[in-house]
């Protein structure tokens, strides 16, 4: 079993599940910690603090004296720079909500910010008519000629989508997204989007959408005509909190298959896989429950690794699983971690390196021996 020691600890208070973003620059990795109340922290590889910075003073958001803001998701992609510009270090992508002190939600908006080591500026910010649920940034690709998409998903089962240039910051909202997403293209959604993953296979470029009301969308679509293969279904019985696509692995079939970690907050997780059938449509099988992911609270975030996956639980307890044993009907934690606060996100550096976001703070743990990874059950039932 491989043994992990906290390496150090840094305390960072009022932060959510969207609160921590690992960015890798140049071959160096930074720690992004924000919290609701709208402080960013920036940390190095040694978990030392680098900068802090507020980013309420740069939204300038005007709001009455009965008004609070809250930060209630964020995502963040890397600015490539040249070796010698050490300056710009991300775009950050936030989506609030205006508060009385009652409660009551006033109004929503979303904001980008372009993060430097030495401060922070607003890059554009926008009125959203509905209450946001979750956001995604993503890096640039040739699909999208070059741009970062950002990506949010409000309360009206919807998604907006804006691409960024890398380099300027300028952005445009793209009216279809089908123009640049096919398989984000599913109109209204059924439940307000949590969780976002994606992968690129050679069959095609897949993503899947988790809801609040348990469902699971996943879609494939074509490289060359960019359009949608399938789509396929699963219901399970609690809001989704952990939905992450594995690299690819041989998992003893002769089908090409994708594989996903996916749990509700009441587990238990499970690796899913999702093939063709020989009438060409998708299908789910549930590959490998994680044992004991649901003994320890609710499911709150999960991570994936070359060589492990990882479950974070309310109940203070990180699990880890191996890869290579996720052929088996039921995997065993190859570690366990105690953290003494409830989990809220899990960064992965590396396979021996794991960054917790806690309700206390920041933590950085180092194994003493080669990685771990593995996984559990959700009840569920898939269309």
């Known amino acids: 079993m491989l ?83 050490q300056g710009d270090l ?23 910010f372009r993060v430097r080591n030495d401060g922070v500026n607003l890059v554009t910010k926008l009125n959203l008519p509905t209450p946001p649920t979750y956001c995604r940034l993503t890096g640039t690709s040739s699909l999208t000629n070059g741009l970062h998409v950002w990506l949010i998903f ?31 293209e599913l109109g209204a959604l059924p439940g307000a989007t949590l969780r976002t993953s994606c992968l690129t296979t050679s069959v095609g470029r897949w993503s899947a959408i988790g809801c609040d009301t348990g469902y699971v ?34 998992d003893g079939s002769n089908n090409k298959s994708v594989h996903l970690l996916i749990s509700s907050t009441l ?13 060409g ?18 499911i709150v975030c999960g991570a994936v690794g070359d060589d492990v996956v990882c479950v974070g639980t309310y109940g203070q307890v990180l699990l880890l699983y191996r890869t290579d044993e996720l052929d088996s009907q039921m995997a065993s934690p190859a570690s366990t971690l105690h953290v003494q606060a409830p989990i809220l996100s899990i960064g992965l550096a590396n396979d021996c390196c794991v960054t917790i976001l806690s309700s206390k703070g920041c933590h950085l743990y180092q194994g003493s021996q080669s990685p771990l990874f593995s996984l559990p059950d959700d009840s569920v039932s898939s269309k």
């Open 3 to 85: 043994q992990w020691a906290e390496k150090h600890f840094s305390a960072v208070l009022n932060c959510n599940t969207y609160g921590l973003h690992v960015v890798e620059q140049n071959g160096q990795s930074k720690t992004l910690v924000s919290t609701w109340e709208g402080r960013l922290i920036i940390f190095g590889e040694e978990q030392e603090i680098l900068s802090e910075m507020d980013l309420l003073n740069t939204l300038d958001e005007s709001i009455e004296s009965n008004q609070y803001l809250e930060m209630v998701t964020a995502d963040s992609a890397a600015i490539v720079t040249s070796l010698d510009d």
């Open 90 to 112: 991300a775009f950050f992508a936030t989506c609030w909500v205006v508060c009385e002190t009652s409660g009551n939600s006033v109004r929503f908006l979303a904001a980008l």
């Open 154 to 184: 409000t309360a009206a089962r919807a998604v907006r989508c804006i691409t960024i240039e890398p380099t300027t910051g300028a952005n445009c909202e793209i009216e279809s997204i089908g123009d640049i997403y096919p398989e984000l």
């Open 217 to 250: 969308i996943a879609s494939v679509s074509s490289h060359s005509q960019n359009l949608i293969i399938d789509r396929a279904e699963l219901k399970f019985s609690g809001p989704i909190s952990v939905l992450n696509f594995l690299p690819e692995y041989d």
């Open 267 to 279: 587990g238990p997780a499970a690796i899913w896989s999702l093939t063709f059938s020989s009438t």
């Open 281 to 298: 449509k998708l299908k789910w099988n549930r590959q490998c429950v994680l044992d004991q992911s649901n003994h320890h609270d609710s």
